[in-house]
């Protein structure tokens, strides 16, 4: 398969997994094995299709974004919100940087993410049951700063690869009692400083080695991964309404299955 075709399909697959829980660098890690995605470009090129994604949110939420930012100097709800969203961005970001290298180094490999997506499909499938998904919360701004912290606290977990962002938060939120949707939005807006931050540092990491001459590979990752992104959010956001997240626990399990099997 040619690297235009690769490109393609690994956008379509960080569109796909970074907001359904089911793993994103877990499905990169073991896609781009398997692809044979030139391995020196690999680190650079997910950079770029994880902005498509975090673009997609900015770009789906963007009327609230903007009438977020134009209250803040004058409405406490507004501020209050943003101080919800950093605080369960915080832990993550600490630990991230505390041990980005051990993270990199001893975890990015396929039996230490078919571990991570048994474990967090077994726990998707075991919290997420009927009628967990319902709560007096009914919109993201309700969530509370208790609740935020917790989804945050959860988050941590997500930093091995394999476990899943957007499961962790959802999941965080679901045990804080948030509702399935309130809880997937959250995740959708932690998501902007979570993977907007990590994105930065991982160019500050690869200054050294991005070439000019693969801008048209990563602006191409980029535009798929961003139109896939928004498809995905806007039908997460429909599913969630009358079905819960189990068939994709069963999906991790069974891919962890396979990953063992094979590796």
Partial sequence: MGIFWITIALGVIEGITE????????????????LAFPEEKAASFEIF?????????V???????????????DDAEA???????????VPAAIVGLLFHHWIVRVLFGPLPVAAA???????????????RGRSDIGTVESVTWAQALVVGLVQITALWPGTSRSGATIIGGLLAGLSRRVALEFSFFLAIPTLGAASVFA???ARKVLDASDAPIFALGFGVS???????????????????????GWYRIALAALV????
Avoid: C, M, N
């Avoid at 907001?19 to 398997?34: C, E, F, K, N």
């Avoid at 997506?117 to 009628?131: F, K, T, Y």
């Fill in 226 to 248: 961003f139109a896939v992104s928004l498809a995905v959010i806007a039908a997460l956001l429909h599913y969630v309404r009358d079905h819960d997240l189990r068939p994709f």
């Fill in 19 to 34: 907001y359904v829980p089911v793993s994103s660098t877990g499905h990169l890690i073991l896609a781009g094995r398997w």
């Fill in 79 to 89: 501020r209050a919100f943003v101080g919800k969203v950093l605080i369960a961005f």
């Fill in 203 to 205: 160019l500050w990491e």
């Fill in 49 to 57: 299709i994880q902005l498509g994604a975090v673009f997609a949110v």
């Fill in 117 to 131: 997506l048994a474990v967090g499909g077994a726990l998707l499938i075991a919290i997420d049951r009927p009628g």
């Fill in 260 to 263: 063992a099997v094979v590796y």
């Fill in 59 to 73: 770009w789906f939420y963007r009327e609230k974004l903007l009438a977020i930012a134009a209250r803040l100097s």
